[in-house]
């Protein structure tokens, strides 16, 4: 992520993009207090690229109690960060979304997902590119399986998108990335905002999707 942004993109977007981003909307909406949390609290796995983003996204939703980065998909037991943004572990950058079905359904979001990400791409999210960004929605029960693949299929009906690249396939384990990736985008909300900005997501995700 900021490993790959090179200084001329830095320099691009600089203090002025920066200051527009912190200041529109004040900062980013927190998630619902871990404290609330559920006895029925539910999860639900996803990878749009990368997790600051999409980890992000997911804590604005209502209904979401947090959001956890972290790597699936893949063959290699306890997988860390330099090994996973190497490739060859067959892993992806992805999110386990802590959330109330109560107030949020499955069915929401998957949907919210779709419109947080670019399915149209193979190995690839905004300007992170490799098979450990590939994006994907990974089932942990049938009616999952059925609810994803169902929305997948409508979106191609629709015709908005000729081909969709996302893989909709049964989670395998989930390995919780390390503490200063989770919650990067408080953490570290000026780099984090660089990056976002410089990666070019909310321009792509407008294209795809409309402005929110």
Not at 84 to 104: F, K, L, M, N, Q
Not at 181 to 190: E, L
Request: aromatic share 12%.
């Amino acid at each position: 992520m900021i490993r790959r942004m090179v200084l001329p993109l830095l320099v691009a977007f600089g203090v002025f993009a920066l200051g527009a981003s912190l200041n529109s909307g004040g900062s980013v909406m927190a998630a619902d207090s871990p404290a609330a949390k559920p006895e029925n609290a539910a999860t639900a796995i996803f990878a749009g690229g990368c997790f600051w983003c999409v980890e992000a996204d997911f804590e604005k939703l209502p209904g979401v109690i947090g959001a956890e980065s972290g790597y699936t998909a893949g063959t290699k037991p306890n997988p860390n960060y330099e090994q996973v943004s190497a490739g060859g572990t067959g892993h992806t950058e992805a999110v386990r979304v802590i959330y109330d079905p109560a107030r949020v359904s499955y069915a929401q979001l998957v949907d919210y997902f779709w419109r947080h990400i670019d399915p149209t791409v193979k190995d690839k999210q905004f300007c992170d590119s490799g098979n450990q960004y590939r994006s994907g929605i990974y089932w942990q029960n049938e009616g999952e399986r059925k609810v994803a693949e169902s929305s997948r299929d409508a979106l191609l009906a629709s015709g908005k998108f000729k081909e969709i690249h996302t893989e909709i396939v049964a989670a395998k384990t989930f390995y919780p990335a390390e503490e200063y990736h989770q919650d990067y985008y408080r953490k570290n909300p000026v780099r984090y905002t660089y990056y976002r900005n410089g990666c070019g997501r909310d321009n792509r995700v407008d294209e795809l999707w409309g402005r929110k």
